[in-house]
């Protein structure tokens, strides 16, 4: 079962909006805390904007998890996995998000807010805050992808 006392970081764009602050509600009910680092309303905005504020809270240990959603949840998830440390992926189902926790240690969800459901979200998102990581032979493929986070880092000197 989730965490209680879990710390959830959340944005969306303006296709995702509506989705974003039916999760709020969804994560209340099962009594984990968020922040919405935006955006509010329906004017167009930039999805990367968001994306980093949100990936960079998890890679910094503000959060332990974050949630994306823009019209597709593609473009947030590229926009977030450019933040060394942080694995993103677009998710559409339940059992897709509890693999990708359990073998991948998935610690970004991005959710098309255009192809999503509530229902389905909320789901999706359960077994995201659900499912633990299972370690073991996981483990070392996890490692692998955080070698290749630090070998782009140091190439660039920055991300």
Not at 3 to 9: C, H, L, Q
Not at 21 to 28: G, V
Not at 109 to 137: K, M, N, Q, S, Y
Request: aromatic share 6%; net charge neutral.
């Amino acid at each position: 079962m989730y965490n209680r006392f879990m710390f959830v970081a959340l944005g969306a764009d303006h296709a995702g909006v509506e989705l974003k602050d039916a999760l709020k509600r969804t994560l209340d009910a099962r009594g984990v805390a968020w922040r919405d680092f935006g955006t509010t309303g329906a004017a167009s905005v930039d999805y990367p904007d968001y994306a980093v504020q949100v990936a960079e809270a998890v890679a910094g240990g503000q959060a332990d998890r974050g949630i994306l959603v823009c019209g597709s949840g593609v473009g947030m998830a590229i926009a977030a996995n450019k933040v060394p440390g942080i694995r993103a992926a677009v998710i559409t189902d339940a059992d897709s998000a509890a693999l990708a926790r359990e073998h991948n240690d998935l610690n970004v969800l991005t959710l098309g807010g255009r192809r999503t459901t509530l229902a389905e979200a909320d789901r999706i998102v359960g077994a995201f805050l659900d499912t633990p990581f299972a370690g073991g032979r996981h483990a070392a493929r996890v490692q692998k992808i955080a070698a290749l986070d630090e070998r782009a880092h140091s190439q660039t000197g920055s991300c």
